[in-house]
């Protein structure tokens, strides 16, 4: 078990640039979550996986906003246009489904975005 | 909609004080309530959980109580150490067990 990873740890670009983070969950973990976290907040919700199918995104997701899970392995989080305002830490999580009451969701370490 | 208050930081404490951070929840149903901590340069760790009503989590000497008529779920600690300092956030669980979180309160403890 090496964790949830993500990549890249850093990402600095210019207003109007499209990036793409990538999140790698604990193998076996069916279930990813993307979530973002601004300097002095808790990380709000941004998408779900169950396996391939994306099951709910927030309404902070905007259109400009894209996420995959291709055979429901690593997933990709995709912006584009990006804008100021997109500057924040961006969360992966994963869990697995155990049917119990709730699942322990184990955080990677986060991609950090500015947008200059 | 559901939410979590917590209380403001920063937390101030010296070496063995007892520590108390207070979290307050609004849900629709009965969610699972968490202590999520994260360490200085690290991602955030879970610390303890609790899923049902009366019922304690515990975790490295730290403990919460889910409170059901008080919709509360208050983080305590007997004897902190200078370890401990880290952001603390709160959270329950909601639809697909996406998590919902506090701002944080950040707990400082010197020697």
């Known amino acids: 078990d090496t964790g949830v990873s993500q990549n890249p740890r850093h990402k600095i670009t210019k207003r109007g640039q499209n990036v793409t983070f990538r999140c790698d969950p604990i193998s076996e973990h069916n279930r990813l979550y993307w979530y973002r976290q601004t300097l002095g907040q808790g990380p709000e919700f941004l998408t779900y996986f169950q396996n391939e199918a994306q099951l709910e995104k927030s309404r902070l997701l905007s259109d400009r906003f894209s996420a995959e899970r291709p055979k429901g392995s690593f997933s990709t989080l995709e912006i584009q246009r990006t804008e100021q305002g997109d500057s924040a830490m961006y969360l992966c999580?994963?869990?697995?489904?155990?049917?119990?009451?709730?699942?322990?969701?184990?955080f990677g370490p986060g991609t950090r975005l500015t947008v200059l | 909609g559901n939410s979590v208050t917590q209380m403001e930081g920063p937390v101030t404490l010296s070496e063995e004080a007892f520590l108390t951070i207070n979290c307050t929840y609004t849900?629709?149903?009965?969610?699972?309530l968490f202590w999520y901590v994260q360490y200085p340069g690290e991602g955030l760790q879970l610390l303890l959980k609790?899923?049902?009503?009366?019922d304690k989590g515990s975790n490295k000497g730290f403990e919460a109580t889910y409170r059901k008529e008080t919709t509360s779920f208050h983080l305590e600690k007997g004897s902190v150490q200078v370890s401990d300092s880290a952001v603390y956030f709160c959270a329950l669980s909601g639809g697909y067990n996406k998590l919902i979180f506090g701002a944080g309160t950040r707990l400082a403890v010197h020697p």
């Open positions: 609790a899923t049902k009503a009366d």
């Open positions: 999580a994963s869990s697995l489904a155990s049917g119990g009451p709730t699942d322990t969701q184990y």
């Open positions: 849900a629709t149903g009965y969610p699972s």
